[in-house]
């Protein structure tokens, strides 16, 4: 997609410069682009070319946690909490798996699925796999939403499924995302489904809502 306010707002996330950021978002609203379309070509851009700088090593932390910023206040804008009822669709469960400390994507999630009405319980970053099946175990979710950056935590995102069994937990679904994980199949790391986007994974979501009504 191109387009030149949304090369501003990928630069205004790469700067950190939170409102400049929200301005330029305010004016793709207006022009009738979608929120999704700004999450997927303005907002997931930048932070593929934030991923690439870090793979690279040609980062610094204050440089990281100022675009992080900036993100999540372009996240709270698109999907404001409160916008919709909360839980009104189900509860989601979601984290990023232990050695993984990356949660652009997973706070972007958060923010999506609040905004559409889901209860969303976050366990945070480079989260055990325990803790995340004890949470899962005390809420009873629809799903589990696990994001990875990195691929040494797909043999974690492997043995979820095996750790929620046990626990009577087997119709739990779980969805994967993030960019090593949707290099995989759902096969591959024993999920349900796996996801490009936070889009895809409401998406996924809204159909199993509809399937239970």
Not at 74 to 93: I, R, S, Y
């Amino acid at each position: 997609m191109s387009d030149p306010g949304m090369d501003e707002l990928i630069a205004a996330i790469l700067e950190g410069d939170c409102a400049e950021a929200v301005s330029h978002v305010e004016r793709l609203r207006g022009r009738g682009v979608s929120a999704e379309q700004i999450v997927i070509h303005g907002v997931d851009a930048a932070m593929s070319t934030l991923d690439a700088k870090c793979t690279l090593e040609e980062f610094n932390l204050l440089e990281i946690m100022l675009a992080g910023r900036a993100v999540m206040e372009v996240a709270k804008f698109l999907h404001p909490v409160g916008a919709a009822k909360a839980g009104a669709k189900g509860t989601v469960v979601i984290g990023t798996l232990e050695g993984d400390i990356h949660d652009l994507g997973k706070n972007i999630l958060k923010m999506v699925l609040t905004g559409k009405g889901y209860h969303v319980v976050d366990c945070g970053k480079d989260c055990p796999l325990q803790r995340l099946v004890e949470v899962a175990e005390r809420e009873h979710p629809l799903a589990i939403g696990i994001s990875g950056l990195i691929t040494p935590v797909i043999p974690l995102v492997r043995k979820v499924r095996d750790q929620l069994i046990p626990r009577g937990l087997g119709g739990v679904k779980i969805i994967a995302g993030g960019a090593a994980l949707k290099q995989s199949s759902s096969g591959g790391l024993n999920v349900d489904f796996v996801a490009e986007t936070a889009f895809d994974s409401l998406r996924y979501l809204d159909e199993l809502t509809r399937g239970r009504k």
